[in-house]
C-alpha cells in the first residue's frame, strides 16, 4: 500500500540554525511529491513541489526540498530557522494516474529563541 | 491571491445535534475536496468532487456524514447527529484538476461536539 513516513514526530531547533525534515514515500516510479505547512489553527500552505526535472526544488519562505529516487525520499531544508517558522509540516505524495493524494502525519517543529 | 472560503471557523455543539460547514473554492477550480483532521494527525480525505459529481467519498461515514455541491461551485458537508469523535478540524480544498495538482486549502472549520 502507498505511505508517506515522516519519520520525526516534533523537531526543536534554535532560532538561525538549520533544519531537514525527513519524507520518504513507498511507491511510485515518478511520483508527486509535496511539502504543506500547517499554523496552529489555520489551513495548510503549500511550500513547495516535485513533479519532475531539476531534483533540487525551491519554495516559498526560504525552503528547499530534495528528490532523492534512489532513497524515495524527500527531505525539506531551510539553512536558517526564524521564529516565524515554528508550525506542523506534512509531506504528501501523488503517484499518479489520478490517485489521491497520501498525507504523512506531520512533523512538529518549535524553534527555541 | 485567490482564497479557499469556508464558514463557520469555529462550531461548538452537543452530541446528537446536526452540523454544517461551507465552503467556497477559488474561481474556476474543478475539484473539490472535504479532509477530516484530527489533531496530531494528518489530513483525511472524507469526499472529491469533480464539478457537482463525487468522485471519491470511500472514507466518508455515509451513516452520519453528508455532502454536496449542486452547482459544482460551493459545497456543504453535513453532519447529523453528531458524535463526540467528530470533534476535528474539517479541511476545504480546492484544485484545477484531479490528481497530481496543487491543493489550495481553506482556513478549515473547528468543530467541537460536547
Known amino acids: 500500500a502507498q505511505s508517506v513516513t515522516q519519520p520525526d514526530i516534533h523537531i526543536t531547533v534554535s532560532e538561525g540554525a538549520s533544519l531537514e525534515l525527513r519524507c520518504n514515500y513507498s511507491y511510485g516510479a515518478t511520483p508527486y511529491l509535496f511539502w504543506y505547512v500547517q499554523s496552529p489553527g489555520q489551513g495548510l500552505q503549500l511550500l513547495l513541489k516535485y513533479f519532475s526535472g531539476d531534483t533540487l526544488v525551491q519554495g516559498i519562505k526560504g525552503f528547499e526540498a530534495e528528490f532523492k529516487r534512489s532513497q524515495s525520499s524527500f527531505n525539506l531544508r531551510k539553512p536558517s530557522v526564524h521564529w516565524s517558522d515554528a508550525a506542523e509540516y506534512f509531506c504528501a505524495y501523488n503517484a499518479g494516474n489520478n490517485r489521491k493524494l497520501i498525507w504523512g502525519l506531520g512533523t512538529s517543529l518549535a524553534v527555541n529563541p | 491571491e485567490a482564497e479557499v472560503a469556508q464558514s463557520p471557523r469555529y462550531k461548538i455543539t452537543e452530541k446528537s445535534q446536526a452540523v454544517a460547514f461551507w465552503c467556497d473554492p477559488i474561481?474556476?477550480?474543478?475539484?473539490l475536496y472535504w479532509y477530516r483532521q484530527i489533531l496530531g494527525q494528518g489530513p483525511e480525505l472524507l469526499v472529491q468532487f469533480q464539478d457537482e459529481s463525487v468522485v471519491d467519498d470511500s472514507q466518508l461515514p455515509k451513516d452520519r456524514f453528508s455532502a454536496e455541491r449542486l452547482k459544482g461551485v460551493d459545497s456543504t458537508l453535513k453532519i447529523q447527529p453528531a458524535e463526540l469523535g467528530d470533534s476535528a478540524m474539517y479541511l476545504c480544498a480546492s484544485s484545477w484538476g484531479s490528481g497530481a495538482n496543487v491543493l489550495t486549502f481553506g482556513a478549515g472549520s473547528r468543530l467541537t461536539v460536547l
Open positions: 474561481s474556476g477550480h474543478a475539484t
